[in-house]
Each structure stands twice: as structure tokens, then as C-alpha cells.
């Protein structure tokens, strides 16, 4: 069991077969300990890569404990990207709703103006 699944205060095999966002879907954290050649670690780094690319945040914590091997911290360095990656997309959907927001209130006031002096 190399990546551990923290939730309801139980532990529970991360499995690269099934589907992702359910699996850590309310996840108080996930635990990776990384083990050379392991499916569960490269099934989950891919996971974690495909919900950056597709804009998905699963909004977990993440722990990895890798024993000072050189792969391990590659394995950790990728994860933690496509943490911050996730969040650098939460970000930039946060300002472009906001920016929509602004421009349908600007429309709303142009047509208001355009009213008012149709009126005059």
C-alpha cells in the first residue's frame, strides 16, 4: 500500500484502476510513499496530471515520504507542481469569472446610458 488514502478516519489503497475523483472525493489527506517501479505512485502522479491539464481540483493534502532516493524526490517534486498548478488554475477561473461579472455590469450600465439619453 504505497499511496494511502486519508478519509472518514480511515485508511484506504489508492487503486489506479478506478476511477480518481472518487476515490479522494472528501479526502482529509493522501499519504505516497514512494516505491521504485510502484503502479499505485505512477497511476496517482498520472491522476494528479491529468486533473491539471483538464482544470479538475481535488482539493487534497498531500504528504510524500520518499527515503532519500533521487526518484522519490522527482516523484514528490511532480506531485507538488501539479498541486500548485491546480491552484494556479482555481486562480485564473477566479478571474475570469469575475472579469464576466464586470462586463455584464458594465453592459447593464451602457444600457442604461443609452436609454436615458434615447429618452432626452
Given at each position: 500500500?504505497?499511496?494511502?488514502?486519508?478519509?472518514?478516519n480511515?485508511?484506504?489503497?489508492?487503486?489506479?484502476?478506478?476511477?480518481?475523483m472518487?476515490?479522494?472525493?472528501g479526502?482529509?489527506?493522501v499519504?505516497?510513499?514512494y516505491q521504485?517501479?510502484?503502479?499505485e505512485?505512477?497511476g496517482?502522479?498520472?491522476?494528479?496530471?491529468?486533473?491539471?491539464?483538464?482544470?479538475?481540483n481535488?482539493?487534497?493534502?498531500?504528504?510524500?515520504?520518499?527515503d532519500?532516493?533521487?526518484?522519490?524526490a522527482?516523484a514528490?517534486?511532480?506531485?507538488?507542481?501539479?498541486?500548485n498548478?491546480?491552484?494556479l488554475?482555481e486562480i485564473?477561473?477566479?478571474m475570469?469569472?469575475?472579469?464576466?461579472?464586470?462586463?455584464?455590469?458594465?453592459?447593464e450600465?451602457?444600457s442604461?446610458?443609452?436609454k436615458?439619453n434615447?429618452?432626452?
Open positions: 500500500m504505497c499511496v494511502k488514502i486519508l478519509k472518514n480511515t485508511e484506504v489503497s489508492f487503486d489506479p484502476e478506478k476511477e480518481f472518487p476515490q479522494v472525493n479526502a482529509e489527506k499519504v505516497v510513499n521504485p517501479k510502484d503502479k505512485v505512477m496517482f502522479i498520472k491522476c494528479m496530471e491529468q486533473c491539471v491539464k483538464l482544470g479538475v481535488p482539493n487534497i493534502k498531500l504528504q510524500v515520504n520518499y532519500n532516493q533521487i526518484e522519490g522527482r514528490k517534486r511532480k506531485l507538488k507542481k501539479a498541486l498548478d491546480i491552484n488554475n485564473v477561473k477566479l475570469v469569472f469575475a472579469q464576466n461579472s464586470v462586463d455584464k455590469k458594465l453592459e450600465i451602457s442604461l446610458c443609452l436615458e434615447d429618452v432626452k
